[in-house]
């Protein structure tokens, strides 16, 4: 009975575990933030872009601190934050490109900025404890500089092409012209 016991009490310990271990990378006011922002992509790829910004800042400080237990775990959170928080910028950009949003002016600084994380990335002394969290981190800055750098060349092309829809949030369908008789 008492081996029952312990399997059932830590059968109930595990939520507890994975609910604690559950990470969001942006606060609940820069998730305010973006709820709000959701109707100007521009906007909202400035917010994501700022915030990722944020976050590579606090990494880049953490570089130069002495080696300890606790900088090992706050490099490796974070890692996994930006890592995180730059995947859902990339899927915005596919949600907004996909939908012809102009997002042309949020890109622009983005292409200034990935280049920049990758870097500071790279800068990071690699150790055992955060290597993979930082090399998930350099491939998906990697993945996301090079799909804001697509992104942009698609839509200068584009928008060359569709000037009535330049700056718009999103490109509404042409009403089909009705067959003529």
Not at 87 to 110: C, F, H, P
Not at 169 to 174: F, L, M
Request: glycine content about 4%.
């Amino acid at each position: 009975m008492r081996p029952l016991a312990i399997f059932l009490l830590a059968l109930l310990a595990i939520p507890a575990v994975a609910q604690k271990e559950k990470r969001e990378p942006l606060t609940e006011t820069q998730i305010e933030a973006i709820r709000e922002a959701g109707v100007d992509p521009n906007l909202r790829v400035a917010l994501y872009t700022k915030y990722a910004n944020e976050h590579a800042d606090t990494i880049k400080s953490l570089i130069n601190r002495g080696k300890s237990r606790d900088r090992v775990k706050r490099v490796d959170d974070e890692l996994q934050d930006f890592t995180a928080l730059m995947d859902e910028l990339g899927s915005n950009l596919d949600q907004y490109g996909d939908r012809k949003a102009d997002l042309r002016e949020a890109l622009k600084l983005l292409n200034e900025d990935c280049p920049k994380w990758v870097t500071i990335l790279k800068s990071l002394p690699g150790e055992p404890a955060f290597d993979v969290a930082r090399k998930e981190a350099i491939e998906s800055g990697e993945d996301l500089a090079d799909q804001a750098n697509r992104l942009l060349s698609e839509q200068n092309t584009y928008f060359l092409t569709h000037k009535d829809e330049k700056n718009q949030q999103r490109a509404e369908p042409k009403d089909p012209q009705p067959p003529q008789q």
